[in-house]
């Protein structure tokens, strides 16, 4: 479902209706640094950003002067709105923020300006131009040009090193406070965005490569704030605690990619139609394997059971027949994210087909064995077996794509791989 955003107050605004910018600076008890960035960046937009642009500050739960200093700012600097949400939350305060907006693009930047204002235009472009629906500016480039100690530089690497082989993340760079969105996207996505600390980052890029779109990468200048009040470690916890609850959102169906993706209109992947070569392919390819694993050893298990009550190729024939139904729901569910009921006894009768195939092969080579050596045990029979298995599964995972596929109607109904 969709989460309910804070309600924010509008303290001081003298920006104009719907700009193409609104480029966001959420602040938490920064009152030394404050006037001077709002002082930087409304310098640079005039000076280098061609376009209406609003600056926004979210002032979230700050117990100092900050917000009141902000305020005060609304006479010196034009094109600028001071917003307020009563509950700490930098998650919090981006995504209520972005959600009210009435700008074309979103964006916002850190108060400490660690990245180079330069980027800014190059992170905006592809929006503006609808290349992109999402811009990022990455510290990990190699065009990238980064100031910071060793303890971060290990972090950031390690922790996008984990969202690459745990989330199947392309990005390179979460946690760059440098970003920007389609705002017609972000009021879509932003209400399934569940987070309201650090991870807001990473658990939008996840969700917009779920949903199938385009992410541009800017490299940046970043140089670190020794001042940073940021607890690392605390935060790096955190965002793998975040890592955990959306892979588990997404493999129980939780977030409705499909329904999504339509609403964006990426009923399809973005890029050019190649055949053969569908979306989420490595995705679905991978999880297959791993339903793969789980069903041969059902199926030896099940096979040595079976085969002092019936013999081998009874054995073989109900232990195929057994794993085969529990392998076509879970490749249905996990490896091509088929939800619902609707369709599930067709897919299981298509599914029947695959495994008749199977059977067939793995039937055969039992009797080819069985007329070499006529003596072989069970074992070495489970041995033959599962070595015709691994030749019939490439036919298997084939078989079901296009069960899946064409039940489905399109590669939404596997957007979720």
């Known amino acids: 479902m969709p989460i309910v955003t804070e309600p924010i107050t509008i303290v001081a605004d003298n920006s104009v209706t719907a ?31 061609p376009y209406a642009s609003r600056i926004t500050v979210a002032d979230n739960a700050s117990t100092d002067d900050t917000l009141a200093i902000a305020a005060s700012m609304v006479g010196e600097l034009r094109g600028l ?60 480039a190699r065009a990238s040009r980064v100031v910071r100690g060793p303890k971060r530089e290990f972090i950031s690497r390690s922790y996008n090193l984990i969202l690459r082989t745990t989330m199947g993340a392309k990005f390179s760079d979460a946690q760059c406070g440098f970003k920007a969105m389609r ?42 704030d020794v001042n940073s009040s940021v607890d690392i470690v605390a935060t790096a916890v955190a965002d793998l605690k975040g890592c955990a ?53 059902a199926y030896a298990i099940l096979y040595l059971m079976l085969h002092s009550i019936c013999g081998a190729q009874v054995a073989n024939f109900l232990a195929l027949g057994i794993t085969a139904v529990a392998n076509t729901a879970a490749n249905r569910r996990f490896s091509f994210g088929v939800r619902g009921r609707e369709n599930a006894v067709q897919h299981q009768l298509l599914g029947l087909g695959v495994f008749l195939f199977g059977w067939a092969i793995t039937a055969l080579s039992l009797v080819a064995l069985h007329s070499w050596a006529p003596d072989a045990t069970k074992h070495v029979e489970l041995i033959v077996l599962v070595v015709a298995n691994l030749v019939a599964t490439i036919t298997r995972f084939v078989g079901l794509r296009w069960v899946f596929r064409r039940k489905t109607g399109s590669d939404a109904a596997i957007a979720s791989a």
């Open 245 to 297: 609850r959306v892979g588990t959102a997404f493999a129980r169906g939780q977030i409705p990619v499909v329904e999504l993706r339509n609403a964006i209109g990426r009923d399809r992947a973005p890029g050019p139609d190649l055949d053969g070569v569908p979306y989420g392919l490595m995705g679905q390819l991978i999880r297959f394997c791993v339903v793969g694993v789980a069903s041969t050893v």
């Open 19 to 49: 700009p193409v910018l609104d480029i966001v600076v959420p602040v938490y008890n920064e009152r030394d640094d404050i006037a001077s960035t709002l002082r930087r960046l409304r310098a640079h937009l005039d000076q280098h950003v």
């Open 183 to 224: 705002a017609d996207v972000a009021h879509i996505v932003l209400p399934y965005i569940v987070d309201t600390g650090w991870f807001f980052d990473t658990e939008l890029l996840v969700m917009s490569e779920r949903l199938g779109l385009r992410i541009a990468e800017v490299p940046v200048d970043w140089v670190d």
């Open 81 to 140: 709105r001071v917003a307020h949400l009563d509950q700490k939350g930098r998650g919090r305060a981006l995504n209520a923020v972005w959600q009210a907006s009435d700008a074309e693009i979103v964006a916002y930047c850190d108060v400490d300006l660690s990245t180079d204002l330069n980027a800014l235009m190059p992170l905006i472009a592809p929006l503006i131009s609808r290349h992109s629906d999402v811009a990022i500016g990455t510290r990990l």
